[in-house]
């Protein structure tokens, strides 16, 4: 296994308290594999990420316990250097927000080319070679001449390209894209996830794509992880997801989702609000808003996941009325 979280625990401390981001959170991705790592804002999604890629703000955040085991090595157990080491090399994030993750005053080839000559020792004309490389292979036009072009001279869906580029420069053996296709439209957003299923297969590459868009990875995860209140509350092969979901929230999601075979009908919204991470409720964290709630999904412990079949668990005690069974 590339990748495998068990049990992590992220902590942010604060003058009204201590928020609990995540709260024993479990998954694993494999080499040439895509996990979706699916959620409303503040389900800690992408908190986990910032964990494992040893970003985390601390203070005020910290890891309250768990293991991330990359390659088999505990990333927790490692020293700053190493550490940044096995970032730098191994292991690459895409963020969101391509304009404010890349430097203004610096060219995209600068950005680019640093990589090499920082972790490969390479020259300057070598590393700007590379760099044109990259942004050919990402589909940036005229690479050449707009290597020297500062990030306000690109568009969204070309600066998430450099980005893109940028994480695969090291050829590492995971990447974690953060929301990559936030505010571009439809189409943008079709050409950058389908350059990252290309770039996931020609490099055999562990995926991890976070995002709250049902619609985004139905074609091009393997996986699916649903989050929410900072726990993973189900996990399955997203086709079998897509068809029987096995929790109300993920049900909730998909019922949220426009569809062509509803024109005309009212989307049903999941009522209510997440919870206050600072006063997670007892029990089930979802049990507010979930429609098929009893009494012993108000109560203490929260339910565990269940292995509902082969290769997949739910966080609900009632998960066979959710399937259908």
């Known amino acids: 296994m590339l990748l495998e979280v068990r049990d992590l625990r992220v902590e942010f401390v604060t003058r009204d308290g201590v928020v609990r981001a ?92 640093e990589m090499f000559r920082v972790h ?41 390209r450099i980005m893109i580029a940028m994480a695969l420069a090291l050829e590492p053996a995971l990447i974690i894209a953060d929301e990559p296709t936030t505010a571009l439209d439809v189409t943008v957003q079709a050409q950058v996830m389908d350059l990252l299923a290309e770039l996931r297969r020609e490099y055999d590459m562990g995926l991890i794509l976070i995002t709250h868009d049902l619609g985004v990875v139905a074609d091009v995860a393997d996986r699916i992880a649903v989050m929410y209140a900072g726990r993973i509350v189900e996990n399955a092969p997203v086709k079998e997801l897509y068809a029987r979901p096995a929790h109300p929230y993920t049900r909730g999601l998909l019922d949220s989702i426009p569809r062509l075979d509803s024109k005309g009908k009212e989307l049903r919204a999941i009522r209510g609000l997440p919870p206050n991470l600072l006063r997670i409720p007892p029990g089930c964290p979802f049990h507010p808003r979930c429609p098929q709630v009893r009494e012993v999904c108000r109560e203490d412990p929260r339910p565990p996941l269940y292995e509902v079949g082969e290769g997949r668990s739910s966080a609900c005690h009632f998960w066979k009325e959710t399937v259908g069974e």
Do not use: C, W
């Open 22 to 113: 995540v709260n024993g959170v479990d998954y694993a991705v494999d080499a040439g594999e895509t996990l979706a790592v699916l959620g409303e804002s503040g389900s800690g999604k992408s908190v986990t990420a910032q964990a494992v890629m040893g970003i985390l703000d601390s203070p005020p955040g910290r890891i309250a316990g768990g293991r991330i085991l990359f390659q088999g090595r505990d990333l927790l157990t490692l020293g700053r250097e190493e550490r940044r080491r096995v970032r730098g090399e191994r292991m690459a994030m895409i963020f969101q927000d391509a304009l404010s993750s890349l430097n203004p005053v610096l060219t995209v080839g600068f950005q680019l080319g």
């Open 120 to 160: 490969r020792g390479a020259s300057r004309a070598e590393a700007r070679a590379r760099a044109v490389g990259l942004m050919e292979r990402v589909g940036i036009p005229a690479a050449r001449e707009r290597v020297n072009d500062y990030p306000h001279q690109f568009s969204g869906g070309m600066r998430q």
